[in-house]
């Protein structure tokens, strides 16, 4: 089934040659709905190219284009516009192809392999609201990749090989210097040790803040660091240990956020890799060394802006993170067969991804695979400051959570009495999600929980009431024994709902193509409000005309159908009631 509009576009692509222009075709929908449904910008260019007066062109296009079975009308507007309105059969017959197959709404026919570096915690430090983002945006992007007919293959990519370790491991030894894992002769046997993910919560701060205003803990830390990245039995198997504790957790946050990954590696499976790399790369002669540190230069020519050399081996010998990043590249277009990798972070670590992209480049790691940083802004409190808790301190996820999720359990139905608390639950991470999501990928944007979780305004909690009116509509029209089945009529308000439906596809692409869920979410702000709209002008389970009622009912069963999968692609989950 081919979508409509690139159907349309076909068309009068075909009507150009036969009137000598060549050229691909776009329609968009009209920035002036008076005037038409859809716009033709391509007469301009067209003009140019053939050094002819656009009108003419435009007026002998016009009189082919009003032959088209699918136009009521074409004109011509300004220096030479096409404005094209559809005739209704031809919006009738696409709500009924999408009723078929909705996926002709979104599938692009991209057969890219895409790889998708997101989340990124850092082991034994508290999963806190900035990380949301990373996880929030890459769970969406990949959604929205595989929707467009891409493969993907997600990874955590966890913290958990650098100088905090030996820091936290170092705090550990201080405290319990009993421990096997301290013994010279530690052999890799059990040890009795209760770690508990809390522990490490109250460990990680005093250990990092005592190593930065103590040159000596720095220093034994670094050690410690150093013995580790060198696998000192004991080290390595507390570390171990470590990671399988804190890990449990972050699964634990990430399920109920509705994110998942197909790999849960992290800095250290990557670093397996480093020899293996450092030999290619001294092969390719990239690698020097400068004063004790092993680095590769990445500044160009042309360079305007500061590009220091990457360092992969510190003087002090441990790995950098950008070594890590490298390494991982290293990896992964081994392993997989990949047209590209996204990375999804804090925008400030623009430049260590701009220094890991240049080498990966100048040494040939990667040839055909595009690397790809989508960096995104900062969630602050409402003083416009990176959000923290009422004292100061970076504000942990699950509270973040917990805090939204109260908000929406207050405002839940009464008449609600089973599961309260779960569905609330669902109710935040959507609030939480969608507010996350509707800004452009790049922009800052404040915490409101008043704003963020308001029923009437646009937020989650509105998409997913309306979405869950819609599904409730249906039931109760099938205990009736109505059933949908096909459109055979659009009256003004299914006429704007059936043109928002047809842009859809163009959303989707351009929200793939700029890496950013923003469009989507106000797609679907805008096409619930059409729905509600045209659902409070009538009333569809009293309706006497049956063939209205039940191209009514399927209109019904197409948004609530859409909305599912696009709440679906923004990773967001729909409970039964609220
Ligand atoms: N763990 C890092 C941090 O907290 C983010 C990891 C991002 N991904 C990467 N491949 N470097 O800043």
Redo the contacts with the bound molecule.
Sequence with gaps: MIYKINYLENKIKESLKSLGYETDVTISPSKMPELGDYQFNGIMPLAKKYHENPINIANKLIELIKEYPEIKDANVAGPGFINLTFNNSFLIDFLNESNENIDINYNQNINKTIFL??????VA?VLHV??LR?ANIGEALKRLCNSVGCNTIS?V???DWGRPMGMVILEIKNRYPLLPYFKEDYNGEEVDFNLTNDDLLELYPIATTKAKENAEIMEEARKINYDLQNKHPGYFALWQKIVEVSVNEIKKLYKDLNISFDLWEG?YDSSLYMDELLEYLYSKNIIRESEGAKIIDIKEDNDNKEMPPLIMIKSNGAIS?EA??LA?IWERVHKFNLNEIW????KR?EL??NQ?FRAAQKSAIVDKTKLVFNGYGTMNGADGKPFKTRDGGVMPLANLIDMVTIECEKRLNPGITENRHDIAKTIAIAAIKYADLLPYRTTDYNFDIEKFTDLNGKTGTYLLYSTIRMKSLLNKAQSLNIYPHKITNLNSFERKIALAMLDLKRIIKRSFDNCSLNEICEYLYKITNLYNNFYSENHILTENNKDLQISMLTLTKIIYDNNCKLLDILGINIPEKM
């Design positions: 570096d997101y989340g990124g915690p850092n430090k900035g990380h990373s990874d990519h966890l913290g800095e993170y890590t990043d991982a990375y999804m972070t804090d670590q260590h991804f890991v």
